[in-house]
């Protein structure tokens, strides 16, 4: 009988808690989803991500662990206790996104911004379970289903929310649709507390009006999250925003003054128009001049089809394969009208064929053979991006070029970067390629450096700079001009101490992320 009688009192306890349970399914999953979304803010506005992902984690851990603490101060008005908790974070968390923004443009200290947001949410979040197990202990039923129930399902909410911001939420929504849909579904779990549970809490009328009104704030949020993404980056952007858009892989934005028309990707600038012929002249013109051959090309990144446009004017090109990750920005660029007057619709050739895959893994699967290859990636930012300008990189690279073929990549500036720029030629090197440096003036980007490398021992002049031409229209190079691209003043040459970069011991974002910090 007693264990009949303890099974009802079960039964019972999971009647009664229940609506908790999911509550606990919901608070866990956003919790995740606000240490998501301040670390990603932090990189795209920052860069450095393993900087930003480490801080974020281990304060919002520390914190939570202080709200843990500092929940057993909490000795009375349990249920109300919880619902206030809830009503804050939703507000703290929902508008997250836009705090950091708006102080990152309007204040000095911004990671003291930063870091207040996230001890702030993490000291909310921290106390949450410990309450809710308090109440639950509180009751005179046998509840140990319960009470580890709540536990089970806090991991799984986090795990929810952990694959859904980035799969789902920040594809689809971006940074500030997102935040404030966190903190609708913060407000809606408080919602369900004040409303299940009201006669058990003291002043409940005041805490549903509040939570009414965060509902309606957020669902407001949501609706003109693109108006405030739009208000947003036109402070972060000198020019007007004339195309926006959160892909799965990054923010495109293109802005525009009078003929002025450049490219961001996660706010790094990727070409001006008034000035990009320079860079994609130099980028394709001189691996064509020393390779022996054309009728293949391979394209790693380029998908604003702007280096295609320049490899097009070799009528011996038979094909060109561009490899994009992002078929959002190589169908923007084909079929925008702004992007399309500068590649000259290179990307409809019929020569181009485009590919929207990782660069790796595509010359992983790939048994094609190139006779040039042109890396026009963006520059080694984050760990994504580091691998492909890796030793084991080059290697596939190597892999795929004919006995006489020819690869070249851009290679960040070798006067703001210098570091950078002679790790990736030191990493090319050791690959055994035979690999030769040039830079030129780009007035968007200022000086910047490329690395043509081969197989094959590269054609030398006298002066140690190869003795090539140029067989094509261009706006910039000429036979007379392409020598000095090959020239290095002293505060551009090779530091003694510069290493490799490796799988194993990504130096080259150490390099990059050196120069970022110097440069301001």
Same mark, same amino acid.
């Given at each position: 009988?007693?264990?009949?009688?303890?099974?009802?009192?079960?039964?019972?306890?999971? /009647?009664?808690?229940?609506?908790?349970?999911?509550?606990?399914?919901?608070?866990?999953?956003?919790?995740?989803?606000?240490?998501?979304?301040?670390?990603?803010?932090?990189? =795209?506005?920052?860069?450095?991500?393993?900087?930003?992902?480490?801080?974020?984690?281990?304060?919002?851990?520390?914190?939570?662990?202080?709200?843990?603490?500092?929940?057993?101060?909490?000795?009375?008005?349990?249920?109300?206790?919880?619902?206030?908790?809830?009503?804050?974070?939703?507000?703290?968390?929902?508008?997250?996104?836009?705090?950091?923004?708006?102080?990152? /443009?309007?204040?000095?200290? =911004?990671?003291?911004?930063?870091?207040?947001?996230?001890?702030?949410?993490?000291?909310?979040?921290?106390?949450?379970?410990?309450?809710?197990? *308090?109440?639950?202990?509180?009751?005179?039923?046998?509840?140990?289903?319960?009470?580890?129930?709540?536990?089970?399902?806090?991991?799984?909410?986090?795990?929810?929310?952990? !694959?859904?911001?980035?799969?789902?939420?920040?594809?689809?929504?971006?940074?500030?649709?997102?935040?404030?849909?966190?903190? /609708?579904?913060?407000?809606?779990?408080?919602?369900?507390?004040?409303?299940?549970?009201?006669?058990?809490?003291?002043?409940?009328?005041?805490?549903?009006?509040?939570?009414?009104?965060?509902?309606?704030?957020?669902?407001?949020?949501?609706?003109?999250?693109?108006?405030?993404?739009?208000?947003?980056?036109?402070?972060?952007?000198?020019?007007?925003?004339?195309?926006?858009?959160?892909?799965?892989?990054?923010?495109?934005?293109?802005?525009?003054?009078?003929?002025?028309?450049?490219?961001?990707?996660?706010?790094?600038?990727?070409?001006?128009?008034?000035?990009?012929?320079?860079?994609?002249?130099?980028?394709?013109?001189?691996?064509?001049?020393?390779?022996?051959?054309?009728?293949?090309?391979?394209?790693?990144?380029?998908?604003?089809?702007?280096?295609?446009?320049?490899?097009?004017?070799?009528?011996?090109?038979? @094909?060109?394969?561009?490899? @994009?990750?992002?078929?959002?920005?190589?169908?923007?660029?084909?079929?925008?009208?702004? !992007?399309?007057?500068?590649?000259?619709?290179?990307?409809?050739?019929?020569?181009?064929?485009?590919?929207?895959? @990782?660069?790796?893994?595509?010359?992983?699967?790939?048994?094609?053979?190139?006779?040039?290859?042109?890396?026009?990636?963006?520059?080694?930012?984050?760990?994504?991006?580091?691998?492909?300008?890796?030793?084991?990189? =080059?290697?596939?690279?190597?892999?795929?070029?004919?006995?006489?073929?020819?690869?070249?990549?851009?290679?960040?500036?070798?006067?703001?970067?210098?570091?950078?720029?002679?790790?990736?030629?030191?990493?090319?090197?050791?690959?055994?390629?035979?690999?030769?440096?040039?830079?030129?003036?780009?007035?968007?980007?200022? @000086?910047?450096?490329?690395?043509?490398?081969?197989?094959?021992?590269?054609?030398?002049?006298?002066?140690?700079?190869?003795? !090539?031409?140029?067989?094509?229209?261009?706006?910039?190079?000429?036979?007379?001009?392409?020598?000095?691209?090959?020239?290095?003043?002293?505060?551009?040459?090779?530091?003694?101490?510069?290493?490799?970069?490796?799988?194993? *011991?990504?130096?080259?974002?150490?390099?990059?992320?050196?120069?970022?910090?110097?440069?301001?």
């Amino acid at each position: 009988m007693a264990s009949r009688d303890t099974n009802a009192g079960d039964e019972e306890g999971l /009647l009664e808690y229940r609506p908790l349970l999911f509550v606990v399914l919901i608070i866990s999953g956003c919790s995740m989803c606000y240490e998501l979304i301040i670390s990603a803010v932090s990189t =795209y506005l920052l860069g450095n991500s393993v900087l930003q992902y480490s801080v974020t984690i281990g304060l919002y851990m520390a914190a939570m662990g202080l709200g843990a603490y500092l929940s057993k101060f909490v000795t009375n008005r349990l249920f109300r206790r919880f619902a206030q908790i809830e009503l804050g974070v939703g507000l703290l968390g929902g508008t997250s996104s836009l705090l950091l923004f708006v102080s990152y /443009l309007h204040l000095t200290g =911004y990671r003291a911004v930063m870091y207040a947001e996230v001890i702030l949410i993490g000291v909310l979040v921290g106390a949450e379970i410990p309450i809710l197990t *308090r109440i639950v202990e509180e009751d005179q039923r046998q509840l140990r289903l319960t009470l580890s129930s709540i536990f089970s399902i806090d991991y799984v909410g986090g795990l929810i929310g952990s !694959i859904a911001f980035p799969l789902l939420l920040l594809p689809q929504l971006g940074f500030f649709a997102t935040s404030f849909l966190c903190g /609708l579904v913060n407000a809606i779990a408080a919602s369900i507390v004040l409303w299940r549970y009201g006669r058990r809490i003291e002043g409940v009328g005041t805490l549903r009006t509040m939570a009414v009104c965060l509902m309606v704030a957020m669902t407001a949020g949501i609706v003109a999250s693109e108006n405030v993404a739009n208000m947003v980056e036109g402070g972060l952007y000198r020019d007007t925003v004339i195309y926006s858009e959160q892909t799965a892989y990054q923010r495109i934005v293109l802005t525009r003054r009078d003929d002025d028309v450049r490219l961001f990707l996660d706010g790094n600038i990727q070409f001006c128009s008034r000035d990009e012929y320079r860079y994609h002249e130099a980028l394709v013109h001189v691996p064509m001049a020393l390779a022996t051959g054309h009728e293949h090309v391979l394209v790693l990144g380029g998908g604003d089809g702007l280096a295609a446009r320049e490899i097009l004017k070799y009528p011996d090109v038979r @094909d060109i394969t561009i490899v @994009d990750i992002d078929p959002q920005m190589t169908r923007l660029c084909a079929s925008n009208e702004v !992007i399309r007057a500068l590649n000259g619709g290179s990307l409809d050739d019929d020569r181009v064929r485009v590919r929207n895959e @990782d660069a790796k893994r595509f010359l992983q699967q790939s048994d094609a053979v190139y006779d040039m290859i042109v890396i026009d990636l963006p520059d080694p930012n984050n760990e994504s991006l580091n691998q492909l300008y890796t030793s084991a990189f =080059y290697r596939l690279v190597g892999n795929h070029l004919s006995d006489e073929g020819v690869f070249v990549t851009q290679s960040t500036s070798p006067y703001f970067a210098r570091e950078a720029f002679w790790c990736i030629n030191k990493t090319i090197a050791a690959e055994g390629f035979d690999v030769v440096p040039y830079h030129l003036q780009v007035p968007s980007f200022g @000086d910047w450096g490329f690395n043509v490398a081969s197989r094959r021992k590269l054609t030398l002049g006298a002066d140690g700079t190869p003795d !090539i031409g140029v067989g094509v229209a261009t706006s910039y190079l000429t036979n007379e001009n392409i020598s000095a691209l090959f020239e290095f003043g002293k505060d551009e040459a090779l530091p003694s101490d510069v290493l490799t970069n490796t799988m194993n *011991r990504p130096v080259l974002i150490e390099y990059y992320d050196k120069a970022l910090v110097s440069w301001g």
